[in-house]
């Protein structure tokens, strides 16, 4: 699979990768990841959303490889990923630890985070034992464990069967996405992002999302309608972040306030004022900055432990 259509020019055009590896899955599943920053720095592991790629991550794996080993992948069926024949949050969680498994060395830790269907990944894993392995800290951002359908807020209709039912047919709608046009931006800004996003961030999303496959974006949507990783959240007992963005239509912010109360261990709530679903792109310092407060918190700390 080609590389996403991504913008190539200013923060959001994705730097080139230090070397690139391919992780296998248990369905035998390739996973494209990239590898950026030095050997032998803090590890961080970036799992994209819903339709995007590595190139979601441009921002934060920019500022982030300048002290920091950062470990992106593409979900499969997402940028070079090919497409696979399952799609589930099995499958999800088998991905992140064929990624860790290849990327870290055993007993090696790194802050894992996921934005979107990227942070459904990390709580579909939470109870493997590869995952408590290897994931120090863990940020969920922009993200819900359940009832996404039910409460997102694309349609400007009343909470009710009637919105869930045409929210669930918009967002699973099997039409591809055609060019990026004048009108497409409009449309996934309004759905996908706060209303101030800068022309460069709406038309950085708007690349991304454009590229992914129709047959995937409609295979993953399907996923997403049905979740429900509610128990699951019980099993990330790793210290964990979440952010959400106060305009976000499709995980509103009140997913984030549940997820922060459910979590065992909450390493805090992060409320981007003003943010949609887009964060790490919406507001890159924000979220970057978040990542390395778990860090410098849970992974550095404990690597000077080690070799005190």
């Given at each position: 699979?080609?590389?996403?259509?991504?913008?190539?020019?200013?923060?959001?055009?994705?730097?080139?990768?230090?070397?690139?590896?391919?992780?296998?899955?248990?369905?035998?599943?390739?996973?494209?990841?990239?590898?950026?920053?030095?050997?032998?720095?803090?590890?961080?592991?970036?799992?994209?959303?819903?339709?995007?790629?590595?190139?979601?991550?441009?921002?934060?794996?920019?500022?982030?490889?300048?002290?920091?080993?950062?470990?992106?992948?593409?979900?499969?069926?997402?940028?070079?990923?090919?497409?696979?024949?399952?799609?589930?949050?099995?499958?999800?969680?088998?991905?992140?630890?064929?990624?860790?498994?290849?990327?870290?060395?055993?007993?090696?830790?790194?802050?894992?985070?996921?934005?979107?269907?990227?942070?459904?990944?990390?709580?579909?894993?939470?109870?493997?034992?590869?995952?408590?392995?290897?994931?120090?800290?863990?940020?969920?951002?922009?993200?819900?464990?359940?009832?996404?359908?039910?409460?997102?807020?694309?349609?400007?209709?009343?909470?009710?069967?009637?919105?869930?039912?045409?929210?669930?047919?918009?967002?699973?709608?099997?039409?591809?996405?055609?060019?990026?046009?004048?009108?497409?931006?409009?449309?996934?800004?309004?759905?996908?992002?706060?209303?101030?996003?800068?022309?460069?961030?709406?038309?950085?999303?708007?690349?991304?999302?454009?590229?992914?496959?129709?047959?995937?974006?409609?295979?993953?949507?399907e996923v997403l309608a049905g979740?429900?990783?509610?128990?699951?959240?019980?099993?990330?007992?790793?210290?964990?972040?979440?952010?959400?963005?106060?305009?976000?239509?499709?995980?509103?912010?009140?997913?984030?306030?549940?997820?922060?109360?459910?979590?065992?261990?909450?390493?805090?709530?992060?409320?981007?004022?003003?943010?949609?679903?887009m964060t790490p792109v919406e507001?890159?310092?924000?979220?970057?900055?978040?990542?390395?407060?778990?860090?410098?918190?849970?992974?550095?700390?404990?690597?000077?432990?080690?070799?005190?």
């Amino acid at each position: 699979m080609s590389r996403a259509a991504h913008v190539t020019s200013g923060v959001y055009a994705p730097p080139v990768a230090r070397r690139e590896a391919v992780a296998v899955s248990a369905d035998g599943a390739r996973l494209h990841v990239e590898v950026h920053g030095e050997e032998g720095a803090p590890a961080v592991v970036l799992a994209h959303g819903w339709t995007c790629s590595t190139a979601f991550w441009a921002a934060q794996i920019r500022e982030l490889a300048k002290g920091h080993r950062v470990i992106a992948y593409d979900q499969r069926g997402h940028g070079r990923s090919p497409a696979a024949a399952a799609h589930s949050t099995t499958a999800l969680a088998d991905d992140l630890v064929a990624v860790l498994g290849a990327t870290l060395a055993p007993g090696e830790r790194a802050v894992v985070a996921g934005h979107s269907m990227g942070g459904m990944t990390i709580m579909a894993a939470a109870g493997r034992p590869e995952f408590a392995e290897h994931a120090a800290a863990a940020l969920l951002c922009s993200t819900g464990s359940s009832r996404l359908v039910e409460e997102a807020r694309v349609l400007p209709l009343p909470a009710g069967r009637a919105r869930t039912r045409i929210t669930g047919a918009v967002l699973g709608s099997r039409a591809p996405l055609g060019p990026v046009t004048p009108v497409a931006r409009k449309v996934l800004k309004y759905a996908t992002m706060g209303p101030g996003s800068a022309p460069d961030r709406v038309e950085a999303c708007a690349r991304i999302v454009h590229a992914c496959p129709t047959k995937v974006r409609h295979a993953w949507s399907e996923v997403l309608a049905g979740l429900d990783l509610d128990a699951d959240l019980a099993a990330l007992t790793v210290p964990t972040a979440v952010i959400g963005g106060t305009a976000d239509r499709l995980t509103p912010v009140v997913h984030a306030r549940r997820l922060a109360a459910a979590l065992p261990d909450c390493a805090g709530l992060t409320e981007l004022t003003g943010m949609g679903h887009m964060t790490p792109v919406e507001a890159p310092e924000a979220v970057t900055r978040v990542i390395r407060e778990l860090v410098d918190t849970h992974l550095n700390t404990d690597v000077k432990e080690k070799t005190a």
